[in-house]
């Protein structure tokens, strides 16, 4: 059997998510397609009479699908009347594994006969488990089109203080839908009795990666100096968005520095608002600091701004990535997709909460330092890449060292974003084949043969009853050894997120204020 996704229907959104999950994907999905064609059937449009009965069919052979309630009804299951959905969140024991809580902002029909994952009002919205002789998912929304959303609000982020930090990212939680798309189709695998196989988000070799980005907004020359001497002191090479308007009269520093990535964050450390002129600040930047002997290729939006005009902004101005939490924060790589099409800059999402973040919120530099700590011990369970932000003017230079520090002791990889972009842009190229020969998984890759290399990338398998092998690419599992995976648990109290707060939220509005846009 290959080990793969097959879909009906398509999308670059639905592209984007499957190539982020590293899941290999047969499409379109021929009519006579032999049931070992492919592991698990994704369905991401409404169904035509011959789907219907292929799919009906599929499932009486023991198949797998996925798809959301709006394309399945009528064939599979009954859905319910539309309805308002906030958030999603998990049980303990959950049929999908490692998720949590799950912002979708949409309207929705819930599968009536849904048992997993719970909605902001406390009722279920997932269907998990057997239909037809076969294994589906149901949603009630479809994760590609959560994907094109580019709304952003302000969002509280979990921490073990009574005041939680807040961030304007965005509305829809494209982190945690991939998660949820990776998760549903290992549950899907795993009830049919057969591991899951994915391309692992990291080099091979690497239990993680960790960057350090800063975002320099008007920072002094002694602040600059004194996160490049961190730097230095940790080895591990910093990601700098030089705003470069600020520092004009000694833009040639940055140039001097050693084994650091050096990035544009517009020439005015604003946003106007106006396709022209945010293009002209972005020109302006680059121009400046050309002159200044640097020549950046990576690009960090003030505030981390994102919307389509800009986006189109960033796309004109020939950077390889671009990375904006107003787009999505806590993800993998990846390229925006909306409604009015796909962009070509790649997307790097970092954590969105720094220390200014908490300092608005009350933190002492001990609470900021364990809320990093907790970051990075979820991260690690969920198999996230570690990328967190700073701005030179909120010092706490203790707390950047720790950090640092810590993310030394992970035993991650340290990179600049501008590396794991390189990277990145080399497993996406690549088109992986993995096939279930008796309980061994064997791997290839089109137009390589073994022994040609590795391309320093590993493949992720995991197996029901908890077990995990993590393999180069062209090797196979036949033999490897296995280990338990340890479930990810979200805090039980992990809904406060999205409860009101009347002192966050006047303290939010004071801060919206004084950002440049509306």
């Known amino acids: 059997m290959n080990l793969r996704v097959g879909m009906i229907g398509g999308s670059p959104a639905w592209e984007e998510l499957l190539s982020q999950a590293g899941v290999p994907v047969l499409h379109p999905v021929p009519p006579d397609s032999p049931a070992g064609a492919f592991s698990a059937l994704v369905v991401s449009r409404q169904l035509n009479g011959d789907e219907h009965v292929f799919v009906r069919e599929y499932l009486r052979s023991g198949g797998a699908v996925l798809g959301s309630s709006l394309y399945l009804e009528g064939l599979l299951v009954q859905s319910g ?39 902001n009002e406390n009722v279920y919205a997932v269907f998990a ?21 580019f709304r952003a609000v302000e969002r509280y982020f979990y921490a073990r203080q009574e ?48 960057a350090f ?25 910093f990601t700098w968005f030089v705003d470069a308007g600020s520092h004009r009269a000694w833009l040639g520093r940055f140039a001097e520095m050693e084994r650091q990535e050096i990035g544009l964050h517009c020439f005015e450390h604003r946003i106007y608002l106006d396709a022209t002129k945010d293009e002209e600040n972005i020109r302006r930047g680059l121009t ?50 909306t ?78 974003l501008g590396e794991y972009a390189a990277w990145w842009s080399n497993r996406r190229a690549l088109r992986p084949s993995f096939r279930l020969d008796g309980d061994s998984v064997v791997t290839s890759v089109e137009g390589v043969s073994p022994g ?15 077990e995990e092998s993590i393999v180069p ?26 409860e009101f707060d009347l002192r966050g939220e006047i303290g939010r509005q004071f801060t919206r204020l004084q950002r440049r846009f509306p």
């Open 81 to 119: 009347d539309p309805l308002r959905l906030s958030y999603l969140t998990p049980e303990a024991g959950s049929r999908i594994r490692g998720l949590s809580l799950l912002d979708i902002e949409t309207t929705g029909s819930l599968p009536r006969e849904a048992n997993c994952l719970r909605t």
């Open 129 to 149: 488990g057997e239909l037809l002789g076969g294994l589906a998912v149901v949603t009630p929304f479809d994760p590609g089109e959560a994907m094109e959303d």
């Open 163 to 210: 005041r939680l930090p807040s961030e304007r990212v965005s509305r829809v939680g494209k982190n945690e839908i991939v998660h949820f798309v990776r998760g549903a189709l290992e549950y899907l695998h795993h009830g049919r009795g057969i591991p899951f196989a994915t391309l692992s988000p990291f080099p091979s070799g690497a239990a993680s990666v960790f």
């Open 213 to 237: 980005r800063i975002d320099t907004d008007n920072g002094t020359p002694e602040e600059i100096d004194e996160l490049y001497r961190i730097s230095s002191e940790s080895d591990l090479p």
């Open 288 to 337: 400046a600091m050309y002159e200044s002997g640097l020549a950046p290729s990576s690009f960090a939006a003030p505030f981390g701004f994102w919307s389509p005009d800009f986006g189109r902004a960033i796309d004109r101005s020939g950077f390889r990535y671009s990375s904006e939490f107003a787009w999505a924060y806590d993800a993998l790589p990846h390229y925006p997709v």
């Open 339 to 416: 409604r009015a099409g796909r962009y070509t800059t790649m997307q790097i999402p970092v954590h969105p909460i720094a220390i200014g973040s908490m300092r608005r919120s009350g933190f002492t530099p001990a609470q900021m330092s364990r809320y990093f700590r907790d970051v990075v011990a979820l991260k690690l369970s969920r198999r996230e890449p570690l990328f967190f932000y700073h701005h030179p003017g909120h010092r706490q230079w203790d707390v950047v060292r720790d950090l640092c520090d810590h993310l030394r002791s992970t035993g991650g990889r340290a990179l600049t």
């Open 452 to 466: 040609a290399g590795t391309y320093d990338v590993s493949v992720c398998i995991t197996r029901k009853g908890g």
């Open 473 to 498: 690419l062209l090797e196979g599992d036949g033999g490897k050894e296995r280990h338990r995976m340890l479930p990810y648990l979200p805090p039980a109290d992990i809904t406060r997120i999205r």
